[in-house]
């Protein structure tokens, strides 16, 4: 059976002026074009060609030798081409984009820019990807507490956090917890395990540890000050919500960042303000 989506050695069968047919040993009824410009000049009737199989714009079935981004069953990160009424259009180096239906996006997509996606079939066996990418995941993680990662955000939930393909292949969450800045599905973030669960689950932070972050926070702080002027107008009692939305951190982060600049004099605190020395 010639299978859409996948890689197959087929045998030509016969030439025409358009190209050439291809099929199985033994089931020659069954038979596949592989267009002109694509035939090797040296093919010659029952020879051998390995080809992928994919359907045309009139849904016919067709194959071809150059290599696509993916094939079904894959997971890979695919450009968006165009946006229409039924969802969008990704290129995936084939004469024909693939279809991201709606349903099957976790965000509005944008034209340009690259989102991870698994490739499937759909009931009509056509060739579509989707961004919803929890099943086809491994769950089984080569990872320990405190490895370094590196993955895509493929899905974000409000009441969760963001949910990331570790080395786009692995499962991980980001708990919203964790995150003190904007992230968007298809960012490509980096950070070290918190947890692997007995599921295989892992819960990720794109912070560092305390003691490494203390520097890289206290160097934030430092700088707003210069860009204030010297002078910040609250102090390390200021609520959770306005230290996320100046800084990017927690209070608990803000305040050892503070509590370490004003061991080493380089800011003084009143009682309502922090400015720099």
């Not at 190209?19 to 040296?42: C, F, H, M, N, R």
């Not at 089984?140 to 080395?167: C, I, L, R, S």
């Not at 305390?210 to 002027?229: F, G, H, P, T």
Request: charged share 30%; net charge neutral; proline share 4%.
């Amino acid at each position: 059976m010639i299978e859409v989506g996948k890689w197959q050695t087929l045998r030509m069968l016969r030439s025409k002026e358009f190209g050439i047919y291809l099929g199985e040993a033994g089931k020659e009824e069954e038979s596949v074009l592989l267009p002109k410009k694509q035939v090797p000049k040296d093919l010659r009737i029952g020879d051998e060609i390995n080809v992928f199989i994919y359907r045309d714009s009139q849904d016919r079935k067709i194959a071809t030798v150059n290599r696509p981004l993916l094939t079904v069953g894959e997971i890979g990160k695919l450009k968006v081409v165009s946006v229409s009424s039924i969802g969008a259009f990704m290129d995936c180096g084939l004469e024909r984009d693939i279809l991201l239906p709606f349903k099957e996006q976790t965000t509005k997509v944008a034209v340009g820019r690259e989102y991870l996606v698994y490739m499937y079939l759909d009931k009509s066996e056509r060739l579509c990807v989707t961004m919803r990418l929890y099943s086809h995941l491994n769950h089984q993680p080569p990872f320990e507490k405190n490895d370094f990662f590196k993955g895509t955000v493929y899905e974000w939930k409000d009441h969760m956090g963001a949910f990331v393909a570790v080395d786009d292949q692995y499962s991980g969450l980001i708990p919203k917890s964790e995150i003190y800045h904007p992230i968007h599905v298809g960012d490509v973030v980096e950070g070290r395990v918190l947890n692997v669960r007995e599921d295989g689950k892992m819960d990720l932070s794109i912070r560092r540890p305390a003691y490494l972050q203390m520097d890289v926070d206290s160097d934030v702080i430092m700088k707003r000050l210069e860009a204030c002027n010297g002078t910040l107008p609250f102090t390390d009692k200021a609520s959770p919500e306005l230290i996320k939305q100046e800084f990017g951190m927690s209070k608990n982060e803000f305040k050892r960042a503070v509590g370490r600049l004003l061991k080493e004099g380089k800011i003084e605190i009143t009682a309502e303000t922090i400015q720099k020395k």
